[in-house]
């Protein structure tokens, strides 16, 4: 019993067999990595003009983490940057990244972030995400879709996601505004995740939220989620559509997939052990 997926966003310190050897104690699988975030207080180097040896040096060590472990995508993160020269180094290394990549059947990730949690961040919006995408022209780029930046940011979920599905590699959710657990805020999970699964989303879905004590404690959601996904023998019942559930007809069982992000440095292990415990969404 567990979550299928974990996300470990900076797993370096921890060496790829160890890590391969935790998913296999664990049958869990791994989404993606961050390349490296650079000096202390910076958030990547792939925009930032003049750093296009350290950018390609943290692409090319997260290409080959993940390749070692068998990890299907790589997030190639912006960084703090600004002015004429960003997107032309933006550009030029995710290019490298892709055709990197390439080689070991890896898709790269970018992830537009909300100024509010993110000041500066050169990666601001899924339009500007859409037009780098294009102008890279890699088949193996897309976008990472994290709910929770884009509603700070963006909003109109329902319609971006079904604008954007055919570019989105990977989506991410939280409560919004707290990041906390989805089971609140101002953004109905129940609506998304059932959109996500008419749309015929049979990828992981991040849980990428602060728990604020003992995780375990705000795994309430996970039962919820399954509740409002049951949509074929016996449908919903009385008590389900009290909660605000409601059958789909005509489609199989929910085939949304729920992920955990997992610590870092000391505790990763312990994570990556304890989400093969937590309780499996539908299992």
């Known amino acids: ?76 993160m912006a960084g703090i940057s600004e002015g004429p020269a960003a997107p032309a180094a933006f550009v030029a290394n995710l290019r490298h990244a892709c055709a990197r990549a390439a080689h070991h059947g890896i898709t790269i990730l970018i992830e537009p972030l909300n100024a509010h949690a993110a000041p500066g961040y050169f990666l601001r919006s899924t339009d500007q995400a859409v037009a780098i995408i294009g102008e890279v022209g890699a088949g ?32 991410q959710f939280a409560a919004v505004p707290d990041r906390g657990p989805p089971d609140h805020g ?36 996970l039962d919820g989620l399954q509740r409002c996904l049951r949509q074929e023998a016996g449908g919903v019942s009385p008590a389900d559509r009290g909660r605000g559930c409601a059958p789909v007809a005509g489609r199989r069982p929910g ?15 312990r994570d990556l052990r304890s989400a093969g415990r937590c309780p499996r969404p539908g299992r």
């Open 1 to 76: 019993m567990g979550f299928d997926p974990v996300e470990c966003h900076w797993p370096y310190d921890t060496p790829p067999d160890a890590v391969t050897a935790m998913l296999g104690e664990t049958g869990l699988e791994m989404p993606e990595p961050n390349t490296p975030r650079g000096a202390s207080g910076e958030n990547g180097l792939s925009a930032l003009p003049g750093r296009g040896g350290e950018a390609r040096e943290a692409i090319d060590r997260a290409i080959g983490y993940a390749a070692a472990v068998g990890i299907g995508n790589v997030h190639v």
């Open 140 to 171: 193996n780029l897309r976008l990472m879709f994290d709910c929770y930046h884009m509603q700070l940011s963006e909003g109109d979920l329902s319609r971006r996601i079904e604008r954007l599905l055919p570019l989105i590699g990977h989506v």
């Open 186 to 221: 101002e953004v109905d999970y129940r609506h998304i995740f059932a959109l996500l699964d008419r749309l015929g989303w049979d990828n992981p879905l991040g849980a990428e939220y602060r728990p604020g004590g003992d995780t375990g404690a705000t795994l309430g959601w």
């Open 255 to 269: 085939r949304c997939r729920v992920l955990r992000s997992a610590g870092r440095g000391p505790d990763r292990a």
